[in-house]
């Protein structure tokens, strides 16, 4: 019998689409879907699971029946047990008489769950989850029941992806704001100030900053940009500057530094691109040289004059291509020199073609000190509206 003429049937559809479910955080949604899935087919658990970011592992997300899972953390591997084996095939599963080695997590049996169905939570034709029910007494689970298990996996989809947005942002911007500098160290003949704003619209990403004072007297100041964005940009992005570190140990020539970091992305992050541009000043501050991976070239304001972008070659992105050039360029300094290094987002807008961006940045830049500079480049650009892509800036000056 179909649902358009089942009566009861469509009291059940509008039970798990009710509109008011819409306005649920993601969490209380999920939780939410398996309470009114438990009450409309009379089972005694349900569960929904949700693949950890891995994609190799089940988590449960919500369930009633079976809160053990919850508090005991289960994970259930993918293609394993009665989940796993509903997530590897993305097809629905029944079984009328469970048997130990049907399923993964020792609290199904615990429980004495003896008939279970199942239908994978889907995200844009991708398995994220799946939706499990159970009863102690045996019972045969129909096509009307499957179907409305995936009524429910489908709301379940759209809640999971709002999770995992919401969850990944949250712990994406922890780790970047624990990799990132949060004040500049105080480095002699140095003023220095460094901003840094997530953005709004495409999510945290892999924008990064540093600088660091070596053995030799020498200082480092970097700034890059990991392609792509999400927690997996930004775990690349502290592999990356703490590589660098480890190669600026080593030696004080920009270029050989960026060509080790690349070798290294290209052995242990395949698949990784990330532009930079690294400077390395002087023990006695007369001058600076850099080194420019793919990123946007730096700004130099002399003393009373306004900015100019830096003249120097452009070499491709790191992990773009084995055994790549890389090339110096060095630029004497005198006290009030000014250096500004960005990322993409302080000047790339929608409609708007980056050189006009950054003719922008260079006529509203202003300010004797680095704190000033940083200053005038976001509030004349950004107005200190929301960002769509992450915004880094570091701002120098020779004292």
């Given at each position: 019998m179909?649902?358009?003429?089942?009566?009861e049937?469509?009291?059940?559809?509008?039970?798990?689409?009710?509109?008011?479910?819409?306005?649920?955080?993601?969490?209380?949604?999920?939780?939410?879907?398996?309470v009114?899935?438990r009450?409309?087919?009379?089972?005694?658990?349900?569960?929904?699971l949700?693949?950890?970011?891995?994609?190799?592992?089940?988590?449960?997300a919500?369930?009633?029946?079976?809160?053990e899972?919850?508090?005991?953390?289960?994970?259930?591997?993918m293609?394993?047990?009665f989940?796993?084996?509903?997530a590897a095939s993305?097809?629905?599963?029944?079984?009328?008489h469970?048997?130990r080695?049907?399923?993964?997590s020792?609290?199904?049996?615990d429980?004495?769950?003896t008939?279970?169905?199942?239908?994978?939570?889907?995200l844009a034709?991708?398995?994220?989850?799946?939706?499990?029910?159970g009863?102690?007494?045996?019972?045969?689970?129909?096509?009307?029941?499957?179907e409305?298990?995936?009524?429910?996996?489908d709301?379940?989809?759209?809640a999971?992806?709002?999770r995992?947005?919401?969850?990944?942002?949250?712990?994406?911007l922890?780790?970047?704001?624990?990799?990132?500098?949060?004040?500049?160290?105080e480095?002699?003949?140095l003023?220095?100030?460094?901003?840094?704003?997530?953005?709004?619209?495409?999510?945290?990403g892999?924008?990064?900053?540093?600088m660091?004072?070596?053995p030799?007297?020498?200082?480092?100041?970097v700034i890059?940009?990991?392609?792509?964005?999400g927690?997996?940009s930004a775990?690349?992005?502290?592999?990356?500057?703490?590589?660098?570190?480890?190669?600026?140990?080593?030696?004080?020539?920009?270029?050989?530094v960026l060509t080790?970091?690349?070798?290294?992305?290209?052995?242990?992050?395949?698949g990784?691109?990330?532009t930079?541009?690294y400077?390395v000043?002087?023990p006695?501050?007369?001058s600076?040289?850099f080194?420019?991976?793919?990123?946007?070239?730096p700004?130099v304001?002399d003393?009373?004059?306004?900015?100019?972008?830096l003249d120097a070659?452009v070499?491709l992105?790191?992990?773009?291509?084995p055994?790549?050039?890389?090339r110096?360029t060095t630029?004497a300094?005198?006290?009030?020199?000014?250096l500004l290094?960005?990322?993409?987002?302080?000047?790339?807008?929608?409609?708007?073609?980056?050189?006009?961006?950054?003719?922008?940045?260079?006529?509203g830049?202003?300010?004797?000190?680095?704190?000033?500079?940083c200053a005038?480049?976001?509030?004349?650009?950004?107005h200190?509206?929301?960002v769509n892509?992450d915004?880094?800036?570091v701002?120098v000056?020779?004292?």
């Amino acid at each position: 019998m179909t649902a358009s003429r089942d009566p009861e049937m469509l009291d059940r559809i509008r039970a798990v689409t009710d509109a008011e479910l819409s306005h649920l955080p993601a969490d209380a949604l999920l939780t939410e879907l398996v309470v009114r899935t438990r009450a409309l087919l009379g089972v005694d658990t349900a569960t929904i699971l949700l693949l950890d970011p891995t994609g190799r592992e089940l988590i449960t997300a919500a369930t009633v029946g079976l809160e053990e899972e919850l508090q005991l953390d289960i994970r259930v591997p993918m293609g394993v047990g009665f989940a796993g084996r509903v997530a590897a095939s993305g097809e629905s599963l029944i079984i009328e008489h469970v048997a130990r080695r049907d399923v993964f997590s020792h609290v199904l049996i615990d429980h004495h769950v003896t008939s279970m169905a199942g239908v994978p939570v889907l995200l844009a034709g991708r398995v994220v989850g799946v939706l499990r029910v159970g009863t102690v007494d045996a019972r045969p689970f129909t096509e009307d029941d499957i179907e409305l298990l995936r009524l429910v996996a489908d709301r379940a989809g759209v809640a999971a992806n709002t999770r995992l947005s919401q969850t990944e942002r949250v712990a994406t911007l922890a780790l970047q704001r624990s990799l990132l500098p949060a004040r500049p160290p105080e480095i002699p003949g140095l003023d220095i100030a460094v901003r840094y704003i997530p953005g709004a619209a495409v999510g945290v990403g892999g924008d990064w900053y540093d600088m660091f004072t070596l053995p030799s007297g020498h200082v480092g100041l970097v700034i890059g940009d990991v392609a792509g964005n999400g927690l997996q940009s930004a775990v690349v992005m502290g592999r990356i500057r703490s590589a660098l570190r480890a190669y600026a140990l080593e030696s004080t020539d920009p270029a050989d530094v960026l060509t080790r970091l690349d070798r290294k992305i290209q052995l242990f992050e395949p698949g990784a691109m990330a532009t930079a541009a690294y400077a390395v000043v002087e023990p006695d501050r007369t001058s600076v040289t850099f080194s420019v991976a793919g990123h946007l070239m730096p700004v130099v304001l002399d003393p009373g004059a306004r900015g100019h972008l830096l003249d120097a070659p452009v070499d491709l992105p790191l992990g773009a291509l084995p055994d790549a050039a890389r090339r110096i360029t060095t630029l004497a300094l005198t006290p009030g020199t000014g250096l500004l290094l960005y990322t993409d987002g302080l000047v790339e807008r929608r409609r708007q073609s980056i050189d006009d961006g950054i003719e922008k940045l260079l006529a509203g830049l202003a300010g004797s000190d680095a704190e000033t500079l940083c200053a005038s480049a976001t509030a004349n650009m950004l107005h200190n509206e929301a960002v769509n892509d992450d915004v880094a800036v570091v701002g120098v000056r020779l004292t």
